[in-house]
């Protein structure tokens, strides 16, 4: 579906490493690699990287330099590109020191070098002894990176590497979430239950919690025509099957929300459904609209205070789009399958067809019945994704890729946010391992074949990984 997104994309320094002794011996070969370097420029550019060129690097000097240049341009990802040669040491003080994740293009000029070719060739043609030595010692050092090897002609390889980019961009993403908790955790839900010191000093989530009082300034700051905007926004972009006023209300708390989101920079939010107590204007409802359009935008979301899952959820939704906060509801034992669901948050963007926009029920407090937009996730291949807290203040990642099955059979379930999801092995195997492995019971749905891009994910957030396959 259409939606109003405001994704911003990866901003890449693309590092161009060389040897000054080639310089020093056959100054003129270097300008043989400058095509080169520009169809990686636009091939990273192709597939919506905004990318920076750092000049030819060969000693450590340069690459200070061309580091300081990517600060300045506000640079989410070092990319190298090993044109020959490049002793290790030149280069992997500076990046293992940087807080920029670091992707490790490995590929050539040429797509052939069988035994055919002419002996000049090699000069153009064996950086990747290069990555092995950078590689080597970045992993000594303890700085995370990506390898992500192929030439562009025959394989996928830049598609792999703008994957393994978003996923080294979402892992800093996650270590600078900003959180809005609204309302207190879920009182006695436990197992996205952090300490906000422990969040903030091993994985660098910093969580402000308020009351839903405290939105009444912002809920009072939104005016008619900023209302009746957005409610022609949601005309065209939802199926709308819902009267005036309760449209209009839960527009009007959910602007107020998003006002105070956007004036306090925070990257996720989450809400306890229950501390939205009073029926009386200005915060009447519960803004599960807005937390949903939320998404659109890359803000995570978790339920009921989980702002673990939040964080998760806003670093993977503004790297890759297509993510949704989510819960596994029901197993379908027969048919090998998992209902997800929750109370009415979805990712639009998730949507397999336009979603509807309808009343929801509300019978949990004295808060008016809210609006909520209801839809299934689009069929095909998806990974279900969960952060983990683990022992002495630890957390560990459970990546499992899954099946996104049709839409419901059953029309009264088109009232529900739904979907049926197919693990890659049993559903008893697949509970188990998951639960064995400390799983939440709130998680990220992401749509698409991504299982190697969100291990990448783990390992710049140094997070262990447990594949479920």
Not at 91 to 118: C, H, K, N
């Amino acid at each position: 579906m259409s939606s109003s997104t405001t994704h911003c994309k990866p901003t890449v320094g693309l590092l161009p490493l060389y040897l000054q002794l080639y310089d020093d011996r056959m100054p003129e070969r270097r300008a043989m690699f400058d095509g080169f370097m520009r169809d990686i420029e636009s091939g990273l550019s192709a597939q919506g990287m905004s990318v920076h060129s750092g000049d030819v690097c060969r000693k450590a000097h340069e690459v200070a330099a061309a580091l300081d240049l990517f600060g300045q341009n506000g640079v989410d990802v070092i990319v190298t590109l090993h044109l020959a040669y490049s002793p290790s040491l030149e280069s992997a003080p500076l990046l293992a020191a940087s807080p920029l994740p670091v992707v490790l293009l490995d590929t050539t000029m040429d797509p052939g070098f069988g035994q055919g070719t002419e002996p000049d060739r090699i000069m153009y043609n064996h950086g990747i002894h290069g990555v092995m030595d950078l590689a080597s010692v970045l992993r000594r050092r303890g700085k995370p990176f990506t390898v992500v090897a192929g030439h562009p002609e025959s394989s996928s390889v830049l598609d792999r590497t703008a994957e393994a980019i978003r996923a080294a961009w979402a892992a800093n993403l996650l270590k600078t979430t900003k959180a809005l908790r609204v309302g207190p955790s879920f009182d006695g839900m436990g197992d996205f239950s952090v300490e906000e010191d422990v969040l903030r000093r091993v994985l660098g989530i910093d969580v402000t919690e308020v009351s839903p009082k405290a939105l009444a300034e912002a809920v009072l700051s939104v005016t008619s025509a900023e209302a009746e905007d957005e409610m022609e926004l949601d005309r065209a972009r939802f199926a709308c099957s819902i009267c005036e006023d309760v449209h209009c209300r839960s527009v009007k708390v959910g602007l107020g929300l998003r006002k105070m989101l956007t004036e306090g920079a925070f990257t996720a939010v989450s809400a306890n459904f229950l501390a939205f107590d009073s029926p009386v204007p200005p915060v009447n409802t519960v803004p599960f609209l807005e937390l949903s359009k939320g998404m659109a935008r890359g803000i995570g979301y978790g339920g009921e205070g989980d702002v673990l899952t939040a964080a998760l959820v806003g670093a993977l939704a503004t790297a890759f789009t297509d993510v949704t906060f989510s819960e596994i509801f029901c197993p379908d034992w027969r048919g090998g399958s998992l209902f997800i669901s929750h109370m009415g948050e979805i990712n639009p963007t998730v949507a397999a067809e336009k979603p509807d926009l309808i009343e929801k029920p509300f019978p949990f407090t004295n808060a008016l019945n809210p609006a909520v937009i209801t839809c299934a996730p689009r069929p095909g291949p998806a990974v279900f994704v969960n952060l983990v807290p683990g022992p002495a203040d630890t957390f560990s990642l459970v990546v499992a890729p899954m099946d996104v099955l049709g839409d419901t059979t059953n029309e009264e379930m088109r009232g529900a946010v739904r979907g049926w999801i197919k693990p890659a092995c049993p559903v008893e195997d697949f509970l188990e391992r998951y639960s064995q492995a400390g799983g939440t019971h709130h998680s990220a749905l992401v749509l698409g074949e991504r299982v190697d891009a969100l291990t990448a994910f783990a390992r710049h957030a140094n997070l262990p990984v447990v594949v479920i396959d």
